[in-house]
């Protein structure tokens, strides 16, 4: 078991590109070697140990490390990315794209995540105690596919475009979410438990549950009835019928 | 500046050498019988030296390229590297920035390339990313196959005007050649239509594509050009098209040669080879197509090659792309070129366990092994049509070896064992073969011979060598070798300058761009001029005067004279 802790030296204010704070990436290494690894800070290359002091307990492989984030990284990105094993532990809020592209292990958070969380991820799980910003699980400009597999949660609010592209995996949001939740999916599922606005448009396939209200609901879609889930009775809706597409849309 | 190549394993199919340790010779950029003892010695120690790689047929600068940029930004992510000392940065793989173009074809040995498909309305923007591509010469085809003069000239049976329209034409566009893409189809997908074969009537101008061919093909030996009527059929992309493919393939004995080379050149046969009435009972009918030029030698064509992986296609033939993303439910892109052309963009992914993807592929390679004369089958990948062109050194390696082919075949969809002939098929090419269809085979196809493709005296000092010795190395077994050898030069020679050393850019020198000066008697193009400029009036959003491409858009530009008035010598 490996535990690495890190926290900002001082207050960041620019951004730094985090993708080297992964288990795969610290699993093994001693703390000189975490100290040397690149950072980028805005256009200004720079190090981890310049950042954060770091502490490290234990040596193991990339599933048997922990790491703690204490402190402010909400100047921080791509925290986890590409990640295939391991924990990561965040205090705080952090910046955008944190588990893009991770492919197992689970990351944590207390406080909120900017933008593209889990985007393009994989597998693993991404657990979110406060809110998610826009395109949360989405596909980066271009992507056709945005999370193929893997659980994310979110236990507070999201805003726009949740799932966005999503191919596989789930979406769990508690609270309220934006506008286009799902839209032009190709697969998983997302479950809201709050309001939303406009879910699904250019789906072809994947599910989308909606407990709370949908305060507007885009035209494309046919009611099939009702149907229980779960043992929840919902109006089923499927879409988007301008595509010819396979998507479900569960209301309440 | 003079430079010494010595112990060069040297194949050169032109001058008949297949591999023979000869030394060559450079002085001020072109390759000369002998050169002072104060030449720059390169030693190639036996290692295998080719002249510098040339594409007649690829998708490098211009409106299509730049949308196809804009709508993957995906794509661009995909091969990022940063800035060096003397390189820009990079982007892209199906569609990388200018840079990156001629930094990676430099990379693989290549010295020349030309862009397939300008239309004269949009040529500005091609030979603004052309005067940015580095290191590579370079130049454009322009479209003509659906342009309202074109058929107006083509009805009116009138081939003096039709000439003069195709030299003024390749002036406007500070074009080098004659491209004809589903003739007649761009015109009718501006009413949501296409053409199904090469007699289907086009509305409103009253021609069929099988005229339309025949027409061009006329005035493009009249102008005595140096390349021929580079033809993309009508029906590509359709199961049954190998058809009209024979039939427009059919049309070059109405037309006599006025060079050395073919009348016809069919791109991108791969697309075109196809048997079947759908997508269920699709197969190839690469034979067919092979046969045919087997029995006809005024036809060449390339193969466009298919890529498994991330591909974007993109072409002026609009109906078919909107067909594609359709099909694909991919992205799309349309774009209408005002009385000239039409165009789409549709990003894809070519899967090996896709039975049709897994028959395309097989049947580009059957193309090229069936085909017996590698003069008349270049390679290609239409890139990025059929997939990246930095793959060429897949497709080599591919050609040289059963073993690799038969390695991939058990990776693919087993549909090829049924529907294609490839798995049965032995024919391993060699470095000569391979010289040809990389080398000297497009450079004869587009008219280019005096100075490229080959290596003897007078020759472009355009010079690829490559990490592998020929008589040490067994391609047919060593095909990693020759895919990795292929893949990045030892050494790349532009202009008697080394550009590449070691797979790595050492120095960036801007080539020139091609375009062919074609006159016609005055008289005929006051008459054409007259039609223009009331089609100015009457329908083009433009000025005639803001039209033409001027000098200021070709800084280094290398003009080839043709016409029906023998051009006078300066
Ligand atoms: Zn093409």
């Known amino acids: 078991m490996q535990t690495v802790t890190l926290k900002p030296k001082k207050e960041i204010k620019i951004s730094v590109e985090g993708e080297n704070i992964s288990a795969d990436i610290f699993s093994g290494k001693t703390e000189k070697e975490i100290h040397a690894l690149v950072a980028w800070m805005g256009n200004q290359k720079t190090t981890i140990g310049e950042l954060f002091s770091v502490k490290v307990e234990g040596s193991g492989p990339a599933a048997d490390t922990k790491i703690i984030l204490e402190g402010d990284f909400s100047r921080v990105k791509r925290i986890g990315e590409g990640m295939t094993a391991g924990l990561i532990l965040i205090t705080g809020n952090v910046d955008m794209h944190l588990g893009a592209k991770m492919s197992g292990g689970k990351i944590s958070v207390k406080g909120n995540v900017d933008s593209w969380a889990g985007r393009e991820m994989k597998g693993g799980e991404l657990i979110i105690e406060g809110n998610a910003a826009y395109y949360l699980g989405a596909g980066y400009r271009g992507e056709s596919c945005g999370m193929r597999g893997g659980k994310i949660t979110v236990m507070g609010n999201a805003l726009d475009f949740v799932g966005e592209h999503m191919c596989g995996g789930e979406i769990i949001v508690k609270g309220n979410t934006g506008i286009l939740p799902g839209l032009s999916n190709n697969g998983g599922k997302i479950v809201i438990g709050g309001n939303t606005s406009r879910p699904g448009s250019e789906m072809s396939k994947g599910t989308i549950i909606v407990n709370g209200k949908v305060e507007e609901m885009m035209p494309v879609f046919k009611l099939e009835g009702d149907e229980i889930v779960d043992g929840v009775t919902y109006k089923k809706y499927t879409g988007d019928v301008i595509g010819n597409g396979k998507g479900l849309l569960y209301v309440k | ?570």
Request: with cysteine; hydrophobic share 40%; charged share 20%.
């Open chain 2, 1 to 570: 500046m003079e430079l010494l190549i010595k112990n060069g394993a040297v194949v050169d199919p032109v001058n008949g050498n297949k591999g023979d340790k000869t030394d060559i010779s450079i002085k001020d950029g072109k390759i000369v019988k002998t050169v002072s003892s104060k030449a720059t010695i390169i030693d190639a120690g036996g290692r295998l030296v080719m002249a510098g790689g040339v594409d007649a047929h690829s998708h490098i600068a211009g409106a299509k390229v730049n949308v196809g940029r804009m709508m993957r930004p995906e794509d661009s992510r995909s091969g990022i590297s940063p800035r060096t000392k003397i390189t820009r940065p990079c982007t892209g793989y199906t569609v990388p920035n200018v840079y990156a173009m001629g930094y990676r074809y430099a990379q693989m040995g290549y010295t020349t390339v030309f862009e397939a498909a300008q239309a004269i309305m949009k040529a500005r923007h091609t030979h603004e990313e052309l005067e940015e591509i580095p290191i590579i010469d370079k130049g454009a085809l322009t479209l003509f196959g659906s342009n309202w003069p074109t058929m107006d000239f083509v009805r009116e049976k009138d081939m003096d005007k039709l000439a003069a329209y195709v030299s003024w034409g390749l002036l406007a566009s500070r074009g080098f050649g004659v491209k004809c893409v589903n003739p007649g189809g761009g015109e009718m997908w501006g009413f949501g239509k296409n053409v199904t074969g090469i007699d289907d009537v086009v509305p409103g101008f009253d021609v069929t594509p099988k005229e339309i061919i025949v027409s061009l093909m006329k005035v493009n030996e009249m102008l005595g050009l140096p390349h021929s009527v580079h033809l993309h059929c009508n029906n590509l992309g359709n199961p049954g098209n190998y058809k009209t493919t024979l039939a427009s393939m059919e049309l070059a004995n109405q037309v006599k040669a006025s060079k050395k080379r073919q009348v016809m050149h069919v791109t991108h046969l791969l697309f075109n080879s196809w048997g079947g009435t759908n997508w269920g009972d699709f197969e190839s009918k690469a034979d067919e197509v092979a046969n045919f030029l087997n029995n006809h030698k005024n036809v060449t064509g390339d193969m466009g090659q298919m890529i498994f992986g991330s591909a974007t296609t993109m072409t002026a033939d609009g109906p078919k792309q909107y067909a594609n993303a359709k099909l694909l439910h991919a992205k799309w892109s349309n774009g209408d070129v005002e009385l000239e052309d039409a165009s789409g963009v549709v990003p894809i992914y070519y899967v090996k366990q896709i039975s049709v993807h897994a028959i395309m592929w097989a049947i580009g390679l059957e193309l090229a092994l069936l085909t017996k004369d590698p003069y008349q089958m270049l390679l290609t990948t239409d890139h990025p049509n059929g997939g990246p062109f930095v793959n060429y050194s897949e497709v080599i390696a591919l050609l040289m070896s059963n073993k690799k082919r038969q390695e991939e075949i058990k990776t693919v969809h087993e549909a090829v064992h049924a529907k294609n002939k490839l798995p049965g098929l032995d024919r391993e090419l060699d470095f000569s073969e391979i010289a040809i269809m990389t080398r000297a085979g497009t450079a004869k196809v587009l008219g280019l011979l005096d100075t490229k493709g080959h290596l003897g005296v007078g020759a472009d000092a355009d010079i690829s060598i490559y990490d592998i010795k020929p008589d040490q190395i067994d391609p047919t077994v060593e095909h990693a070798k020759i895919k990795s050898a292929f893949s990045s030069a030892a050494y790349t020679i532009k202009g008697g300058n080394v550009v590449v050393k070691d797979g790595q850019i050492t120095a960036t020198p801007l080539g020139r761009t091609y375009w062919v000066d074609a006159k016609v008697p005055q008289q005929h193009h006051d008459e054409m001029m007259k039609d223009i400029v009331k089609k100015f009036k009457n329908y083009y959003s433009m000025q005639l005067a803001n039209y033409m491409v001027q000098d200021e858009y070709l800084t280094h530009q290398q003009v080839v004279k043709a016409g029906i008035i023998p051009a006078e010598v300066n």
